[in-house]
């Protein structure tokens, strides 16, 4: 039972490239989000799902791209890396969006942008 | 303002004994649930405990209990019996059910700036 995966676990970019971090769930989960992570700021929202071909900005969604064309997948792309997203990234789910259902998280990537 | 306020960066405890982790927060949807994660060394993060708005009595999961004062809109974390297994990072998280522009329930979980536990031996 994989539950959530997110690819890489490691990466190293170089200011002004891009890439796409994956995230892949396996619980038929409608709810998927993307949290950066930094020190003394907690978890940040950046991009959130309700569903397939539903997508909404986070707290933090500025130099990032999301799309959701199937249940499973919510992609993060980062479309010119900048020494700011330096972090660790956070891909979780829910079965729905009721406040009483919890997140499943993957297991984070650790982006480094020099 | 900050919605989930995490007021102590670290604290320590003594093996075996009980340590309060502090969360108070900020919503004024009527429902809404409290959830606490622990994020040991190694990074993952784990769900410990939930508390629904409307619940009467106190969560409680194991050595885990929530000390949740609705008025004072607290929502605390109790660990009896600490283990040195429980250093780790803690964080305090809210889900509101909300609606964005649209009218779609987005349900958004935010979490506080975490407290770092340190069981000593």
């Known amino acids: 039972n994989a539950g959530v995966t997110q690819t890489p676990k490691f990466q190293v970019l170089k200011t002004g490239q891009s890439m796409t971090l994956q995230c892949a769930q396996d619980?038929?989960?409608?709810?998927m989000s993307w949290y950066r992570q930094d020190p003394g700021m907690g978890l940040r929202l950046i991009h959130y799902?309700?569903?397939?071909?539903?997508?909404d900005q986070g707290e933090v969604p500025n130099g990032y791209n999301v799309s959701r064309s199937t249940t499973e997948d919510f992609p993060l792309r980062l479309l010119s890396a900048a020494p700011s997203q330096t972090s660790v990234y956070f891909c979780a789910s829910s079965p729905g969006t009721g406040v009483f259902e919890k997140l499943f998280f993957g297991s984070g990537t650790q982006l480094s942008v020099l | 303002a900050q919605k989930i306020t995490q007021t102590q960066p670290g604290m320590f405890v003594q093996e075996k004994e009980a340590v309060t982790l502090d969360c108070t927060y900020d919503t004024s949807d009527p429902s809404y649930g409290l959830f606490w994660y622990k994020q040991p060394s190694s990074g993952e993060m784990i769900f410990l405990i939930y508390?629904?708005?409307?619940?009467?009595q106190n969560a409680t999961e194991g050595r885990y209990s929530l000390n949740f004062q609705k008025a004072r809109k607290s929502a605390n974390l109790v660990i009896s019996a600490s283990q040195l297994g429980d250093s780790a990072m803690y964080f305090c998280?809210?889900?509101?059910?909300?609606?964005?522009?649209?009218?779609?329930?987005?349900?958004?979980?935010?979490f506080g700036q975490g407290t770092i536990l340190t069981v000593h031996p």
């Open positions: 799902s309700v569903g397939a071909g539903i997508t």
């Open positions: 508390q629904g708005s409307y619940d009467q």
């Open positions: 619980m038929n989960h409608e709810y």
């Open positions: 998280a809210m889900r509101e059910a909300g609606a964005n522009a649209g009218g779609t329930s987005y349900g958004k979980l935010t």
